[in-house]
């Protein structure tokens, strides 16, 4: 299934790329996230003008994360070009707080969503009101991206 979700994250990046997107957001996390942002860093290796920008809750995110978990969240954020982090410690609407900074800040919205609640729910239901083309690559369509967005 990884490599599956990687090859769709990385057909979306090509599509994206050829319309002249070249900044790509995603939220710090464990899954989903990770996988994001590597497939953007590997993208990156043959195209050196593309950009990943880490946006985190809170600086103590990986608090109670893996270890390994831990250290590729630091390699990522080390390889990305930018962070954003609106909040030092954990609070209630942190997480609401990084999805409205990933959604006001992008027209495209690449997911996993498989359920109907939850923050990724809350997430992708606030990029549809904001207007944003949503991808969701948990319906298991099998072509690429095909809107004229920019992230």
């Known amino acids: 299934m990884e490599q599956y ?3 769709r994250i990385t057909d979306g990046i090509n599509y994206l790329y050829s319309n002249n997107v070249r900044t790509f957001l995603t939220g710090g996390a464990i899954g ?3 996988l994001a942002a590597k497939a ?5 290796e043959s195209r050196s003008d593309i950009r990943l920008i880490v946006v985190m809750p809170c600086q103590d995110q990986t608090k109670g994360w893996g270890q390994s978990d831990i250290d590729a969240h630091e ?3 080390r390889l990305a070009d930018g962070a954003i982090c609106p909040s030092e410690r954990y609070y209630s609407g942190c997480m609401h ?3 409205r900074i990933l959604v006001d800040n992008s027209s495209t919205c690449i997911c996993y969503l498989t359920q ?3 923050g990724t729910a809350y997430t992708v239901n606030y990029a549809r009101v904001k207007g944003l083309s949503v991808f ?4 298991g369509k ?3 991206i095909i809107s004229k967005t920019h992230l």
């Open 5 to 7: 979700l990687t090859r």
């Open 32 to 34: 989903f996230d990770a």
């Open 40 to 44: 953007v860093l590997k993208c990156r």
């Open 75 to 77: 390699l990522i954020n």
């Open 97 to 99: 707080q990084r999805n």
């Open 116 to 118: 109907t609640e939850g």
């Open 136 to 139: 969701n690559l948990a319906k």
């Open 142 to 144: 099998k072509h690429s």
